[in-house]
Every structure is written in structure tokens, then in C-alpha cells.
């Protein structure tokens, strides 16, 4: 952050969109802190609390579904752009997120629940070792801010 924070003027506000489905409000909370040295950070939150609102968002099944479609239609209004030589990002970066992001499709996962029966209709890009993290960063960096913008930044908390 501190050398990202050289390179834009102070006036710059950061958004952080931290996923919290396996580590939790606390893991959230965590990584918020962590990232508290800037004075002009917030944290996207999904809590329903106005009061006492967590950093921190989940990415559920119809959450992926909702970031899919966003992200769909970011790339297909050309308002998404991947950039093959930047300071930012590799050659070799772009095109394995290209395959992430093809690979993401419905699976049939067990549930949580009812491991023995029930199977759940999922959204993943994790087949045989391969994950999926470059997608759905991606595909919550699409949702997500959208969100943000869209509610005025109201779901929000600073830490």
C-alpha cells in the first residue's frame, strides 16, 4: 500500500473488497487492519448492520452467479480492458487469467449439509489441482465495486 500510495495523489480514496467466506468476519477484520496504514482506505461490506458494519464480503453461489454476469458484461461494453504489457501485469498473468476465467463453469460439489446425498449446482474454475483465484478476484473486482458505486458507497466501513 505505502508504494501504491506514492504513485496516486493523497486525495485518492482505496476500495478493498476482501472476501470473508472461509476465514470469516475475523479473518476480514484482519486483513482491514492490516490494511489501515492509508488514511484513505474503506472496506466493502455486505453485513446488513448499519451499526458496527465488518469489512467484508461473501462470495455465495448466487453472489458468483451476480459477479459472472457483471463481469459479462463489463467485457462485452468494452468497459473492461486487459492490458497485455503494463508495469502492472504480465504477458504470462493475462493469459492464465483468460484460462481461469474460461475454465469457470457449473460443477455439482457436495453439500456441506449432506455430503452423502445432496450435491449443490456451483460456479468453479477448480478441476484436477487448477484453481480459480486470478477468476474470481476478477469477477469480484466487477461485482463488488459496481456495488460500491451503486449504493453511493453506503456499503462501506472504515476501519
Request: proline share 3%.
Amino acid at each position: 500500500m505505502k508504494e501504491l500510495r506514492k504513485l496516486v495523489p493523497s486525495s485518492t480514496l482505496f476500495v478493498s473488497i476482501i472476501e470473508a467466506n472461509y476465514g470469516g468476519w475475523v479473518q476480514a477484520s484482519r486483513v482491514a487492519h492490516l490494511l489501515a496504514d492509508s488514511v484513505s482506505i474503506v472496506h466493502v461490506s455486505c453485513d446488513r448492520k448499519l451499526e458496527n458494519r465488518r469489512p467484508g464480503v461473501f462470495t455465495t453461489s448466487e453472489i458468483k452467479e451476480r459477479m459472472r454476469h457483471e463481469l459479462q458484461r463489463l467485457l462485452r461494453e468494452k468497459r473492461v480492458v486487459l492490458l497485455n504489457e503494463t508495469a502492472a501485469n504480465r504477458p504470462e498473468d493475462v493469459t492464465e487469467l483468460v484460462k481461469q476465467l474460461k475454465r469457470c463453469e457449473y460443477i455439482y460439489k457436495p453439500s456441506m449439509t449432506a455430503a452423502n446425498v445432496e450435491r449443490r449446482r456451483v460456479i468453479s474454475g477448480k478441476f484436477n489441482g487448477q484453481n480459480d483465484d486470478m477468476a474470481i478476484a476478477f469477477m469480484m473486482l466487477a461485482y463488488w465495486s459496481a456495488h460500491y458505486i451503486n449504493t453511493s458507497g453506503k456499503c462501506a466501513v472504515k476501519v
